[in-house]
């Protein structure tokens, strides 16, 4: 069973940003993606990336602020987070599957790390 643990959530102004780390237990490359969840709404697909790091996806919603990436340690993956907005407040949480996609088709989900930006 593949563990992901996220690290990097916290409280940030609008406009702050934020940069979200997720390692997978093993050595295997996976394709990975981040997805959110704010309180009364469904999960949300974010930005997903290749298990090459050659393509990524983002939701429109952050298109141009986010930036996903792979570390230098393929199992790792990042999330930058600029030009945060309070909307962007939820539990933000790390996947990883066979391949990259925006659908919650992934096979191993992290716990989440709460992210919250006051206005």
């Known amino acids: 069973q593949v563990q992901l643990v996220e690290s990097g959530g916290g409280l940030v102004q609008a406009g702050g940003s934020l940069r979200l780390s997720c390692a997978a237990s093993?050595?295997?490359?996976?394709?990975m993606g981040w997805f959110r969840q704010a309180p009364g709404k469904e999960r949300e697909f974010v930005a997903a990336?290749?298990?090459?790091?050659?393509?990524?996806y983002y939701a429109d919603s952050v298109k141009g602020r986010f930036t996903i990436s792979r570390g230098y340690a393929k199992n790792t993956v990042y999330l930058q987070m600029n030009s945060l907005k309070p909307e962007d407040t939820a539990v933000y949480y790390c996947?990883?599957?066979?391949?990259?996609?925006?659908?919650?088709?992934?096979?191993?989900w992290g716990q989440g790390t709460q992210v919250t930006v006051s206005s």
């Open positions: 990336i290749s298990w090459s790091g050659g393509i990524t």
């Open positions: 996947a990883a599957g066979r391949r990259a996609t925006t659908r919650a088709e992934y096979d191993y």
């Open positions: 093993d050595t295997s490359v996976y394709a």
